[in-house]
Structures are given as C-alpha cells and as structure tokens.
C-alpha cells in the first residue's frame, strides 16, 4: 500500500474515533457529515504533500540545448539567489533616488499612508454614528454622516490614484527594464549570438523573456511594494490605536494566531516559483511552435504537413493546459487553507478578542453603558478587522512573492545570458571533421556499414521502390490537400501523370508578370534542369506546381500534390525526434501502419550518410533544436533521405545538394534514378547537367528557352575525383 494511502487509513481511523466520542445525543446522518468533512480535509492534506514530494522529484528539468549539450534548469524559490537576483534588477528599474521611478515610488508611498489614515478616521466615525444610532442622538448622527461623506470624497480620489500609480509604476518599470534588455541584446550581433552561437548559453523563447516576462515581472513588482508597505503600515497604525482602546492582549492573540497559520501555510506550499517560471516557459514554447508555422509556411504547405504542424501545435497547448490545470487545482487547495485559517478562523478569534475588553472591564469598558459600548464595539471591530486583514495580506504574501521568483529568475537569466554571451565576445570555433565526429579514426570505417552499402543498397532500394508503389494510394489517405480548383477567369489544373504546361503567365501577387506563354512537357524519369537570374521565376514555377500560387491562365497537368515533394536548400526541420526528420509530415504512427521500421529509415539515411555519422550520434528518439544542431551538410542529408521516404513521382531541387561532397551528391542523383524519382533542378552548376535530360531556362524578361542537353559533351562536365 502506498504510503499516502495508508497515511489516509490512519487518519481515517482516528476520525471513527473522534466520531464515537460525539454526544450520545447526536443523530448518524450528523456523524456521517462531519466525518465526511474532516475526512476530506485530511484528504486534502494528504494530497498537498503528495503533489509536493512530485513536484520535487520533477525538480531537475533538463533543457535540451544545440549540438546535443544539456543545461538543468535552477532552482527557482525565494533564497538568497533570488534576492540577489532581484537586487540587481531593482538597481536598472530604480537607477538613483533622482529618477522618475524612484518620485513615483515616494507618491506611492504617500497615497498608501493616506489611506491608512482614512481607513483609521472611517472607522471612528462608524462607531460613532453607531453611538448616536443606540442613544437616539439624530442631530449628532447626521452630523457625523455629513463627516462621513466629507471623508469619502479624498476616499474615492486616494483609492482610485493608488490603482492608477500602481499601473503607472508598472509601466514605467517595464520601459527602463525592456531598454536595458534591449541595449545589451542588441548591441552588435549579440541576438544573432543569442540564437545562432550561443551553446549552452542559447537564449530559448527570447521573445517571450524579453517581451511577456518582462511585462510579468514589472506588474509583479509594482503591485508586491503596495502589498508589502500598506499591510505593514496597517500593522503599525492599527496596532498602536488598538493597544491604546482594547490593551495588548487582544492584539498579541491576534499575533500569535497568524504566526501560527504562516508556520503552518509554509510548510505546506507548494512551489509555486518553479512552476510559474515553467508557465512562462510553456507559453514560449507555443508560441514558438506558431512563428515557426508562420516562418516555414512555404516549405510545409508543399510538403503538405498541416496534419503534422496541427498535432505539434495540439501538443505544445496541451502542456499548457495540463500545466495551468495543475497549478489551478494547487492554488484552489491553498485558497481552502488561506480561506479557512486566515479569513474564516480570524474572524472568529477577532470576535473573541472584541470580547475580552467587555467582560474582563478592560480599559474602563465595565462602567460604560451600552451606546458607548457599541460605539467601542463597532471602532474597535473596524480596527480590527483591518489589523486582521493586514497581517492576514503578510501572511498570504509568500504566494505573491514565490509567483515573482518564477518571472525573476526569467528575467536573471536573459540578463545573464546575454551577458555571458557578450563577455565571450568571437571566440574562434573548434574544428571538427564532419565524418569523424563519434571519434572514429579518420580514413576508417565499419566494414559492416561498408558492405551494406556497397553490395546491398541497390537491391534494397529497388525493394523499397516497390513498397513505396504499394503503399502510394494508403499513404495519398494521410493527405490534407483538397482538391484542385479554379477561380473565376484563371487556368485550369488537370490531373495526371506527367507534367505539362500550356500557354501558361506566371504572375506574381504583386502583379509582376515574371514568364509569359510557358510551354513545355515533362515525362517521367525525363530530368530537367531549371536556371536564370534572381527574380526570373523559377521559384514561382515551383509555387504553381505546389498549388501555393493560383494559375493566372493557361492549363497545367499535374500529378496529385503529394506526389510532388519540394527540397529547398534551407530545408524544414521539424520540432521532434531524428526520426520525424526523415518521416515529415508523417509521424510515428504513421510509419507503425505503413509496416517501416527504423532499420529501413537508416538504410534511406546511409544513402547520403555512408559513415553514418548522423545515426550514429544520436539516436531515432533523440528530440532536439535540429536547426541548430544539425550542420549545414547534415541538414541536407536528411532532407534528401526525407525525399527517399516518401519516393514521390517528381522532385523538385532547389540548391539542396549544395553542402555536401560531390561523391554524394552523385549518389543522390543515382538514387533517385533507381528509385524512379522526375527531378527538376534549380542550380547555375554545370556539373549537374549530367543528371538531366532539359534545360529550362529564364532570361528575367518573361522569356523563357527550353533546350535540349546533349550527353556526348558529359565527360567536359564532371566533377574532379580525388582520392
């Protein structure tokens, strides 16, 4: 039995006890209800410290950082850390007695003195006109009255300037802090740094540290100085009349009593800091996961992957909504705690401390007759209960203060990082040879990967070819594009088996006529090179195919969208594990039902990686930053083995062999032969055209050539072989 379990039983079972020492005179459904009540409240408790003992347990959260190194979150609670840390922001948001912010601060500060005083002056006039009401003295309670509304005029203007300043001192704090923020971070290239060079320094989510924790974090702060300096002004003031009217004992018990319940509350608490800090860094995440569906838009709409991007996006809030709904449950059990120890149960003591003047004729109370009485009463319950409220803020003011931990550490570590990442300033890189990265021996590799791929790879990807041809209609299942469709006074797409384009203008949306009256005709396995200046169309060609641009006139014939797979030479790398790299848009599931296993995936991958130095390195499961971790040729590698998974009727190649050897690069273009793969190849290198069959070729006027290559001039454009 698990120990919370039997932690329950126990209690429980005292419970039947204290149950059977109920007066006898007591009916069951009586003893059914309390035992439900305090058996829920031992529940409750139980359940604190369960959530506490996992909370700890989850405490060494592991932040996956580029090129596979790791960095373990801190701690996040109020210690010595987080005062330190928070000094340091104080001194940019407060730079010198002199500065705007600190005048605000003195306002502030006055504001909050003067409704103390109000708060004390309402709560005489109240007992007051409670005297005048007992005693029958009407001209003597309107006069108060007319007090009381004189009084609530500088009220109403203090309360609503308090909420005002507060905002304001907010406000004003986030433009010093955001900045300072945006001095240090963009000072040079320190947010390229940031992002592109920073390591284990890296700065995940900045734009939500520099943007929402920032905000956060200033809100938190302005409203914790009214938080602390009223309720402890509040403790001064009403404590000194309070002595002055009821003695000190009733005051002391009051004490007494919520430094019991602040003992108790804090040995309870959850950790509340961590998990704000781990709110934030979820909202980063999602909305991280959206820049990137806005700044890869291009590259997933031609691979067709919105079924994917939409699990990815469905994910990341589903952290957030498990996350929030956690921490809501925590804070709904505090509220009960907070409700009833430090609302509920003061009020009672309060009233027992309002009794003690009374019945014990403390500060002459027993000679006094009844309207005095209950003007003392009426006074002295306001003082009270504002003392009570006050301490009952100071008590409840650790959940404010570990909610700020979280946003502060945020912040500290912006400013850290970025500072970490200025002080390291351009230190030289280390170099690293590509294909010897696991520590292999340079020149060497595995006989057995060697074999693999020399003898049996072309077999095994002729296999793979006739799988592919097998599962094209259930994979064609998995796709989201709808089908082709025409405005009004456009083209017309057809579908086929080839490709052909027919008296067809590419315009762009800025209404650039970029090619007129394009025709051509591709076949399968007919290879066609594509070039021309910037701006000439050839991306556009590509957008027309992708169904990414309507058609402006013309017909065009075309295989089905999925059957058209784009590389681009950045290309698209997934949030997730190495081996959603090579199945995008298809995920895990995906490739369980098409009957692929991993095996096949790195026979696809040592195509382009014949040392595997990929595979070899990390594992399928591995989730990483993969556009940063991976290097350029790598990036390219996988793209390519990306394109040999999904083995769709044409390809089109935009400058994605560029960082890789030219022993690969050859490999490629084999492969996609053997695997019956159409290429149309954007590229100015001349050592390609022995891969093609056409050029397509436009002039950046409109114009546009279509030539045919002559094969006998091929031995002019190979490559050099070294050895």
């Known amino acids: 039995m698990a120990p919370a379990n039997r932690s329950v039983k126990r209690a429980q079972s005292r419970l039947m006890e204290l149950l059977g020492s109920v007066a006898p005179g007591s009916t069951w459904h009586k003893k059914l209800f309390l035992f439900a009540a305090l058996g829920g409240g031992v529940y409750t408790l139980v359940k604190y410290y369960k959530t506490q003992k996992e909370l700890k347990t989850q405490s060494g959260l592991v ?28 001194k940019i948001i407060i730079p010198s007695v002199r500065s705007k912010e600190f005048a605000s601060l003195l306002f502030l500060t006055a504001l909050l003195f003067a409704r103390t005083m109000l708060s004390v002056t309402i709560a005489e006039i109240a007992g007051k006109n409670a005297q005048n009401l007992v005693a029958r003295r009407w001209r003597e309670m309107a006069h108060y009255v007319f007090r009381f ?20 001192l907010a406000l004003q704090f986030r433009k010093r802090l955001s900045e300072h923020v945006h001095r240090e971070y963009l000072e040079g290239v320190n947010f390229y740094k940031a992002s592109h060079l920073g390591g284990v320094n890296r700065i995940d989510n900045a734009d939500q540290r520099v943007t929402s924790d920032i905000e956060q974090f200033c809100n938190s702060m302005s409203n914790l100085y009214t938080t602390v300096f009223k309720p402890v002004l509040d403790l001064i003031l009403f404590t000194k009349k309070l002595v002055g009217v009821m003695g000190w004992a009733s005051p002391m018990l009051m004490f007494a009593y919520f430094i019991i319940s602040g003992t108790l509350k804090k040995l309870i608490m959850p950790p509340f800091g961590k998990l704000t800090a781990k709110q934030s860094e979820l ?42 709904s956690y921490v809501s449950y925590l804070r709904c059990l505090v509220g009960i705690f907070d409700g009833f120890l430090v609302k509920y149960c003061a009020s009672i003591l309060g009233y027992g401390c309002m009794a003690l003047p009374i019945y014990m004729g403390i500060k002459g109370a027993a000679g006094k007759d009844t309207a005095e009485l209950t003007k003392d009463y009426i006074r002295n319950t306001q003082l009270m209960m ?22 502060t550490s945020r912040v500290s570590e912006l400013l850290e990082m970025v500072k970490q990442i200025k002080e390291r300033g351009t230190s030289t890189f280390v170099i690293v040879d590509d294909d010897n990265m696991t520590g292999a021996t340079p020149g060497t590799q595995s006989p057995i990967v060697t074999e693999r791929y020399e003898v049996n790879n072309n077999e095994w990807l002729l296999q793979w070819k006739t799988r592919c041809d097998n599962l094209r209609q259930l994979k064609r299942s998995l796709s989201t594009s709808s089908t082709m469709t025409t405005d009004a006074g456009g083209g017309k797409f057809i579908e086929g088996e080839f490709i052909q384009f027919s008296n067809v203008s590419i315009v762009s949306p800025e209404g650039k006529l970029l090619v007129t009256d394009l025709n051509f005709e591709v076949k399968p396995k007919q290879n066609v090179m594509i070039t021309g200046p910037n701006g000439s169309g050839k991306s556009s060609l590509f957008r027309i195919l992708g169904e990414l641009w309507p058609l402006h006139c013309g017909t065009v014939i075309k295989p089905r969208k999925e059957d058209i797979l784009f590389v681009p030479q950045k290309p698209y790398l997934v949030l997730g594990t190495l081996r959603d790299q090579i199945i995008y848009p298809h995920n895990a599931e995906d490739m369980k039902r098409f009957g692929i296993t991993d095996d096949d995936l790195q026979n696809l991958l040592s195509t382009v990686d014949p040392n595997n130095t990929i595979i070899r390195q990390w594992a399928w499961d591995d989730v990483k930053d993969w556009f940063n971790t991976f290097s350029g040729g790598q990036k390219q590698r996988v ?7 999904h083995r769709p009727q044409y390809a089109i190649l935009d400058e994605c062999t560029s960082a890789v050897s030219d022993e ?41 050539e279509w030539t045919k290559i002559d094969h006998s001039q091929d031995h002019l454009n190979k490559p050099l072989s070294f050895k």
């Open 664 to 704: 690969v690069e050859g490999k490629i273009y084999e492969t996609c032969k053997t695997l019956g793969i159409t290429l149309f190849t954007v590229s100015h290198r001349q050592q390609l055209r022995v891969h093609h069959d056409d050029v397509l070729m436009f002039d950046g006027r409109g114009g546009w």
């Open 149 to 168: 509304a004189l009084v609530s005029i500088p009220a109403a203007f203090v309360n609503s300037t308090l909420k005002y300043e507060t905002e304001m």
């Open 63 to 90: 932040i996956q950082s580029p090129k596979g190194q790791e960095r373990k979150s801190q701690k996040v609670t109020v210690d010595a850390v987080f005062f330190k840390r928070l000094a340091k922001i104080i």
């Open 283 to 324: 909202e980063g995440n999602y909305r991280t996961v959206h820049q990137r569906l806005i700044a890869n838009a291009e590259e997933i709409a031609f691979y067709d992957g919105s079924r994917k991007e939409r699990q990815i996006i469905n994910l990341s809030f589903g952290d957030i909504y498990r996350h929030t």
């Open 386 to 407: 504002a003392l009570a409220q006050a301490i009952g803020q100071l008590v409840l003011l650790g959940n404010k203060i570990t909610n700020m931990a979280g946003y």
């Open 639 to 645: 793209a390519m083995a990306r394109l040999f998974y």
